[in-house]
Structure formats: C-alpha cells, structure tokens
C-alpha cells in the first residue's frame, strides 16, 4: 500500500489531535504500552483488545479528544488491513496447500536423504528457511517437530543439535523475511520498498541462522541433553495421501513469489524508469499481492492436483487456512491502529526530537524500542507493529535501502529473549519435552541470539550502503 493511500484512509486525522508537551506525551506512551502489557499478561486479554484498549488510553493519557483518538484508531486499523490482510491471508492459504499436500514433507524427506553425519544439522536450518518462507511460525513448529523428533530418534543425534537449527530457521523467516506479518506491517509503517526489503532481509538471515542455528546447537547440545520424546510425535499429513506432490515442483512453488518480488526489485534498480514498459511490468508482476495470488494458483496445479485433492478438498483447503488467521488479522490491523494514535498524537515527532538530542542512530532506537516491548508483551507481532509506529518518522528522511534497514532492525528487536509471557516458549517446551529452565538455556538464548547477530549486521550493513 502506498504513503499516499494510506494518508487519504486517515484524511481526518494527519493533524495532531492533541498539544501536548514531550512530557506528556512521553508519560502517555508508557501508561498506553503499560496498559497493554497488563492486559495481555495480567489479565490474558486478547492482544486485540489489548492494542484496541490501549490505543484509546494511549489518546486520552496524551490529552486528546476521544472522538478523535478513535477516528486516529479506526484509520490506522483500516489502512493496515487494507494493506497486508490480503498478503497474509494469500500466505496463509499457501500453508494450508503446502501443508496438506504433503508437498511440506516432500521437501523434507529429499533433503534429509541427501543428508547425513555432521551435516545433518545444516541440512535441517535449511529445510527450516525453505519452509518457512510462506508459513506461519507456529504452523511451521507443528510441520516440523514431528522430523526433527523422528531424525533425532532414528539417527540418534541430540535433539537440541537437530532442533535449535529447525527453529532458528523458522525464527528469522518470521522476525525478518516478508511476506510474514510483522515485516508487512513494518514496511508499511515506514514506507519501506519491499523488495530491496525482501533482498536485505535475506542477506541478514543468511548468517544469522547459521550463528544461531548449527554453530549455537552445539552448545545448547551441551548444556541440554535430554531425549526426543515419543509421546510427541504426531502423524504427518502425507501419511493420509496416496501421492504427493514432486519436489522440484514444490520447491518452485514455494519460491516463486520471493523471486517476483526479488526481479521487481532488481528491475527498478536497473531500469529506474517508471514510463519504460519492462519495469511497469515488473511492477505489476512483482508486487506482493500478484506474487502471492500467483503463487497460489499455481500452487492448485503443483501441489493440490498432484495430490490428488478434487476442486471441492481444494475450496475447503483455502476455507480451512482462512479461518485460523482471523486473530492474527485483528491483531495485525489493531498494531495499526495503535500506531497511527501514536503518530497523530505527535509521539512520532517526539521520537524523531529525542533522537536528534541524544544522537541514537535511528536504526538502534528501532532495535531497542522493539526489544523494550518485546520483553514487555511476549509477542513478536505487537512489538513489531508498535515500534513501527513509534520510529516511522524516522523514516521520512532515509534513502530506500535505509528504510529498508529499519524495517529489518525492528524485526530483529522483536525476536529478543522469549521468555514466559510468550506463547512461542510454551508451544517449544510442549513439543520437546523440556522443562522451564531448559527452554530458557535453548529457545529463549536462540532467539536472544538472532535478535543481537540480525541488529549488528543490520548496523554493518548500514555503514557501507
């Protein structure tokens, strides 16, 4: 979506609606996150009523009227939904295919037979990037346990030394590659170019996962060595099917919309024109909804058809992977709602006065703003589209491969320590079988260890483009 359609969603807020003093609205900030850090972990409100909560305390703390505190929410909430809800609901069903094809398990018993020995743990971070570019962190949890339990068991590795790079790779996808929610949501925010977004996110993710993922599992091998245990290995979606879909096609599938995007971006780099006729095709072909809606359709003729799914399994499928992400939407488009309250009750401003006065780089205020609300709230999403909002003004001034540098250092501050307010921490303590400190020592040291690597390359990176 672009800046401009946004702006005219919001027509009747781009004024400030409050006066405030920095003070003010400083206190304002703190009591809103408060308020929604106490609902969420409290009282176990849904983060939907949470932000929407929130938000509205949010303009009230700041001074604003209350009739325009909720014009600012509803604006921000429509323009955030009409501007990823359609992404994620495409990536979703994509997921839903992938998954219950068992075009998935396709992907993963090719390349786990081409595996084997030390390899075996390079081969696993892998099938987790590959896998994880269209889904879900949590579905891609559920796709995966049950392989990692099972080559752990039958090859008698450590389950830590095959599971930490399994998760790390799902990790990173979620925290930094879009079309997942929260990259989305931020390259909204800020006005970001997906591409050149979707290009450096990739470049980050790379060293990430592997400081992360097979170098940090042998030592999370050390410090936890328990078994896979078998009451958590559940049946495998193939095990129903009588084909599934090959794996050439799978995988081309999967990557195809990360290559549209990627040739649109590259395209508009060379080219740099927006009247020649190869970059406007590029454009049209290139852009988020086209290469996911592509995506899908093809998707039906290489992952459903070879499946043997009938065109009536095919519509349940994509009735099934729409139903689950209701929540995930609501949340999404409430994130933006409470954003554009921030913004248009001048807390933007406030961010981009203080960081002129204290010097903090742009991109490590974004970090640490997402790392302050991840701790707070538990969830990667909400301190995703909240950061986002507080840091956009920031913005307004950076290049294109700048504000796509933000948009990756709020991701990586999202992902900081998972700790017990996280639903993440308790779906990997189930699965494994480990107890509270364990998780600690393994997951929440991972993902504390992706945020550092991704924020650290995101500021290398920064200093030679």
Known sequence: MTRLSVEMLAADTVEPITTAGHAQLGIAVLAGIAVIVLLITKFKLHAFLSLTIGSLALGAFAGAPLDKAIASFTAGLGSTVAGVGVLIALGAVLGKMLADSGGADQVV??????????????????????????????????????????????????????????????????????????????????????????????????????????????????????????????????????????????????????????????????????????????????????????????????????????????????????????????????????????IDSGVGQMVLDISEDWSIPALLLAWLIAVAIRLATGSATVATVSAAGLVAPLAADMSTTHAALLVLAIGAGSLFFSHVNDAGFWLVKEYFGLDVGQTIKTWSVMETIISVVAGGFVLLLSLVI
């Open 109 to 342: 018993d090719t390349m786990l037979a081409k595996a084997g020995g030390r390899s075996m743990p390079w081969a696993m971070v892998l099938i987790a990037s590959v896998i994880g570019l269209p889904l879900f962190f949590e579905v891609g949890v559920v796709l995966l346990i049950p392989v990692v339990l099972m080559v752990a068991k039958r090859g008698n590795y450590s389950l830590m030394r095959i599971g930490i790079p399994a998760l790390a790779g799902l990790s990173v996808m979620h925290g930094l590659v879009p079309p997942h929610p929260g990259p989305l949501v931020a390259i909204d925010a800020v006005d970001a170019n997906l591409g050149v977004t979707l290009a450096l996110g990739v470049l980050v993710a790379i060293p990430t996962v592997i400081i992360a993922g097979p170098l940090f599992s042998r030592f999370a091998a050390r410090w936890v060595d328990v078994p896979a245990p078998d009451r958590m290995i559940p049946q495998r979606a193939s095990e129903d099917l009588e084909k599934r879909p090959g794996f050439g096609a799978t995988l081309a599938t999967i990557l195809l919309p990360v290559v549209l995007m990627l040739a649109k971006a590259l395209v508009d780099i060379v080219v740099d024109d927006p009247e020649n006729t190869v970059q406007r095709v590029f454009d049209v072909i290139g852009s988020p909804l086209i290469a996911l809606l592509a995506a899908v359709l093809v998707g039906i003729f290489t992952l459903a058809r070879p499946a043997g799914f009938s065109k009536e399994r095919v519509s349940g499928m994509v009735e099934k992977g729409l139903a689950p992400i209701a929540g995930i939407l609501l949340i999404v488009g409430a994130g933006g709602g409470f954003k554009q309250t921030l």
